[in-house]
Each structure stands twice: as structure tokens, then as C-alpha cells.
């Protein structure tokens, strides 16, 4: 079998991409089957777009997005295929659904993503959540028929989770079962790490939060268990990596700012925190499936989040603490010190290791996708 993959800039090269899902998906591909990178985009939005969006954004409190123009799409899917057929593939793997839903091509074509048109709601896609902007009834039509066609055109659909998946149907997307997979997601690391993760038992207790994004990812919460854990006599530090706020001042925190990993040195950095780290705090407020719970894993690192979206999936219920958002500050610090009396930490450090070696890792993923491919080409 020959792939195509396509995603909006090179999935071979582009580490920083949709948080990296095409990068290591690509490679974890590459290493079973021919898989050939293709990076397919379309013009930009004119300059007159953007002020004509903003001026229509604030008089009607709507989304206005160029790149759901129907014009737009159409011009996606015509380029994907043509780039697809010059290097005489099996099939094409596209990252989400926009090449799918004008697709007119002898090539089949699958989508893999942690997102389903149709399981947008009508708040759309929410670029600046401070200023939130729906979708008026004509564009919630539009994303239900642009959901469905992309379906039907799919050979097969591949997504993260099964929360995204119900979401679709919920809204009314008719997704037959036999042409979806839910292939949960994998941690961003090209090398996996070593399986036995050597690491200091507490005390001190280290705890790590990563995320982009300080409030949506529950950065204040996170400080605030540890406060709770200093106020309970606990030796405990927290390592924050991400984007955190500059005035930030803790004697108890260590912040190492936004590691990438396509810097040698700073990639370096990020592996030693998790070598280092005994639990994860991710109190999100929404997510799909994080793929920094899938990274802690990989290093053994058993999590303390919250009970959104597609994380619940990702893990049974004694690999990972479960707790509601809005009282993760007042239960957090019990639900750790629980953990640390009953001496359950190690036995939680084993289970997320394996839930990484047979779950959260891109080479079973991309064994799921060849398999599901193959299949699907036959029928």
C-alpha cells in the first residue's frame, strides 16, 4: 500500500503543526508502508476580507471564516487530488475533513483528526474564546451538509476520540460504524522513551502542568493544589511548561517557559521534567484528547484532570484521578495525598506506562490506520 498523507504544511517537517498529531503521525506511518508527505493549502484570505469580517463579526455577533467558502473548499479538495495523483498512490489520508467535502476523485480518500464537522455546535470554531461568536442558522445548515458530505465521501474516517465521534451524531451526522475508527492519540515524541522511567521517590513530590493556554488548561488551579499540598505539611514543587504569565512569582514553582521540540536543547529540557515528574495536573476546562496526558504516559506519569471530552476514554478508571473542574481545587490536594498514603503512586506509574505502550503511542495508531485501510480498499 502506497499513502498519500496531505495536511496543510508538510506533515514530515512541521514538528509545531495541529499540536504535532501529523508530524509523528506521518512517521509512525512512513515506518510501515511508502507514505508520501504532501503539503496542499490555497490562498489566503484577501485583504478586504478581514476588515469585512471583523465589521460584520461586531454589528451581527457571527462567525465569518474564508476558509468554509464553498469556493475555498472546493479549491482543497481539487488540489489534494491533483498532488495525490501525480504520486501514483492507493490512497489519500488527509488531516480533517475540509479536502473531503467537494472530493471528486478516482483516488479514495480517509481523514484523520480529534475534531468531526459535524460535531461543531453552533459556537463554531472559536478563535478568540474572549470574544465568542456563533454561527447563524444558515452557516449551523451548512456545517450539517458539509459534515455529511465529507462522510460520504470518506473510504474511512479515523478520529481521537469517541466523545467527538458521538458528538457528530448527536447533531445529526450519519455515520455508518463499519467506516470510522476511533484511534485514540499518541504521544509527540519521535524516540519512546525508555520503559522504565528511573526517578526519585518524593519527597520533594514534583508536579508538572503543560499546556498553551494558562487559564484554559487550568494553570490557576494547578497553583492553587499546590498551595493546598503546602498547607498540608507536603514537600511538593510544581513545574510549569508552557505558556505561563510573565509576573508569575512562587517559591515553590520552577517555570521553564515554552519548550518546542524541534530545538535540540529545549527538547532535552521537556524530557528531563517528565523524567523527573511523579504526577501531571491538567485541570482543562474543555479539550478533546490532550495529547500531553498521552506524552506523561509515555514517562509513566499518571495524571490528576478533569472528566472533558475525550480524556475519560483514554485511560481506565485506576490510571488516572477524575475530577469535576469546578471543585478540582478543593478535591485535588485529598485525591493526591490519597495516592501518596495508600503508596499507589508506583502501581499508577506502571498502568500509565502501559496504557502508552498499547494505547497512547502513533505506531499502534498507524497500525490501526494501515490495517483499516487495506480493509476498506477491498471492499
Same mark, same amino acid.
Not at 462567525?63 to 472546493?74: E, F
Not at 465521501?153 to 451526522?173: K, P
Given at each position: 500500500?502506497?499513502?498519500?498523507?496531505?495536511?496543510?504544511?508538510?506533515?514530515?517537517?512541521?514538528?509545531?503543526?495541529?499540536?504535532?498529531?501529523?508530524?509523528?503521525?506521518?512517521?509512525?506511518?512512513?515506518?510501515? /508502508?511508502?507514505?508520501?508527505?504532501?503539503?496542499?493549502?490555497?490562498?489566503?484570505? #484577501?485583504?478586504?476580507?478581514?476588515?469585512?469580517?471583523?465589521?460584520?463579526?461586531?454589528?451581527?455577533?457571527?462567525?465569518?471564516?474564508?476558509?468554509?467558502?464553498?469556493?475555498?473548499?472546493?479549491?482543497? @479538495?481539487?488540489? +489534494? @487530488? @491533483?498532488?495525490?495523483?501525480?504520486?501514483?498512490?492507493?490512497?489519500?489520508?488527509?488531516?480533517?475533513?475540509?479536502?473531503?467535502?467537494?472530493?471528486?476523485?478516482?483516488?479514495?480518500?480517509?481523514?484523520?483528526?480529534?475534531?468531526?464537522?459535524?460535531?461543531?455546535?453552533?459556537?463554531?470554531?472559536?478563535?478568540?474564546?474572549?470574544? #465568542?461568536?456563533?454561527?447563524?442558522?444558515?452557516?449551523?445548515?451548512?456545517?450539517?451538509?458539509?459534515?455529511?458530505?465529507?462522510?460520504?465521501?470518506?473510504?474511512?474516517?479515523? /478520529? $481521537?476520540?469517541?466523545?467527538?465521534?458521538?458528538?457528530?451524531?448527536?447533531?445529526? $451526522?450519519?455515520?455508518?460504524?463499519?467506516?470510522?475508527?476511533?484511534?485514540?492519540?499518541?504521544?509527540?515524541?519521535?524516540?519512546?522513551?525508555?520503559?522504565?522511567?528511573?526517578?526519585?521517590?518524593?519527597?520533594?513530590?514534583?508536579?508538572?502542568?503543560?499546556? $498553551?493556554?494558562?487559564?484554559?488548561?487550568?494553570?490557576?488551579?494547578?497553583?492553587?493544589?499546590?498551595?493546598?499540598?503546602?498547607?498540608?505539611?507536603?514537600?511538593?514543587?510544581?513545574?510549569?511548561?508552557?505558556?505561563?504569565?510573565?509576573?508569575?512569582?512562587?517559591?515553590? /514553582?520552577?517555570?521553564?517557559?515554552?519548550?518546542?521540540?524541534?530545538?535540540?536543547?529545549?527538547?532535552?529540557?521537556?524530557?528531563?521534567?517528565?523524567?523527573?515528574?511523579?504526577?501531571?495536573?491538567?485541570?482543562?476546562?474543555?479539550?478533546?484528547?490532550?495529547?500531553?496526558?498521552?506524552?506523561?504516559?509515555?514517562?509513566?506519569? #499518571?495524571?490528576? +484532570?478533569? #472528566?472533558?471530552?475525550?480524556?475519560?476514554?483514554?485511560?481506565?478508571?485506576?490510571?488516572? /484521578?477524575?475530577?469535576?473542574?469546578?471543585?478540582?481545587?478543593?478535591?485535588?490536594?485529598? @485525591?493526591?495525598?490519597?495516592?501518596?498514603?495508600?503508596?499507589?503512586?508506583?502501581?499508577?506509574?506502571?498502568?500509565?506506562?502501559?496504557?502508552?505502550?498499547?494505547?497512547?503511542?502513533?505506531?499502534?495508531?498507524?497500525?490501526?490506520?494501515? $490495517?483499516?485501510?487495506?480493509?476498506?480498499?477491498?471492499?
Amino acid at each position: 500500500m502506497k499513502i498519500a498523507f496531505a495536511a496543510a504544511l508538510d506533515p514530515s517537517h512541521a514538528v509545531q503543526y495541529f499540536s504535532g498529531l501529523p508530524y509523528h503521525l506521518y512517521w509512525a506511518l512512513s515506518r510501515q /508502508v511508502e507514505t508520501i508527505p504532501l503539503a496542499v493549502t490555497v490562498e489566503g484570505s #484577501p485583504g478586504w476580507w478581514h476588515f469585512y469580517s471583523r465589521l460584520w463579526g461586531k454589528l451581527t455577533g457571527v462567525q465569518a471564516r474564508w476558509g468554509m467558502r464553498p469556493a475555498v473548499l472546493k479549491e482543497l @479538495a481539487a488540489r +489534494t @487530488a @491533483a498532488k495525490a495523483l501525480e504520486c501514483e498512490v492507493d490512497v489519500v489520508l488527509v488531516v480533517g475533513q475540509g479536502s473531503l467535502v467537494f472530493w471528486n476523485s478516482p483516488l479514495p480518500a480517509a481523514t484523520f483528526s480529534d475534531i468531526l464537522y459535524g460535531a461543531v455546535s453552533e459556537g463554531g470554531f472559536q478563535d478568540q474564546s474572549q470574544k #465568542p461568536r456563533k454561527l447563524n442558522r444558515q452557516q449551523q445548515q451548512q456545517m450539517v451538509d458539509y459534515a455529511q458530505r465529507a462522510v460520504d465521501n470518506a473510504l474511512h474516517i479515523f /478520529v $481521537t476520540s469517541a466523545f467527538t465521534l458521538e458528538g457528530a451524531r448527536q447533531y445529526g $451526522t450519519r455515520i455508518p460504524p463499519e467506516k470510522v475508527t476511533v484511534t485514540q492519540i499518541g504521544a509527540n515524541f519521535r524516540e519512546r522513551p525508555d520503559p522504565i522511567i528511573s526517578r526519585q521517590p518524593p519527597p520533594p513530590l514534583r508536579l508538572l502542568w503543560v499546556g $498553551t493556554a494558562w487559564e484554559g488548561k487550568g494553570g490557576p488551579e494547578a497553583l492553587s493544589v499546590l498551595d493546598g499540598l503546602l498547607e498540608r505539611g507536603v514537600a511538593v514543587e510544581l513545574n510549569l511548561v508552557g505558556r505561563i504569565p510573565g509576573n508569575l512569582d512562587h517559591p515553590q /514553582v520552577v517555570s521553564h517557559g515554552f519548550l518546542r521540540k524541534d530545538a535540540a536543547e529545549e527538547r532535552e529540557r521537556l524530557l528531563e521534567v517528565y523524567r523527573q515528574s511523579h504526577l501531571l495536573l491538567l485541570p482543562t476546562r474543555k479539550d478533546f484528547t490532550p495529547s500531553g496526558l498521552a506524552e506523561a504516559a509515555a514517562f509513566g506519569v #499518571p495524571a490528576v +484532570t478533569t #472528566p472533558v471530552g475525550g480524556i475519560p476514554g483514554m485511560f481506565a478508571d485506576d490510571e488516572v /484521578v477524575l475530577l469535576p473542574f469546578n471543585c478540582y481545587r478543593e478535591e485535588a490536594p485529598a @485525591a493526591i495525598m490519597n495516592i501518596l498514603e495508600d503508596g499507589r503512586l508506583p502501581e499508577m506509574a506502571e498502568k500509565a506506562r502501559r496504557r502508552f505502550e498499547t494505547t497512547l503511542n502513533w505506531d499502534v495508531i498507524a497500525q490501526k490506520v494501515v $490495517t483499516e485501510l487495506a480493509v476498506a480498499l477491498k471492499k
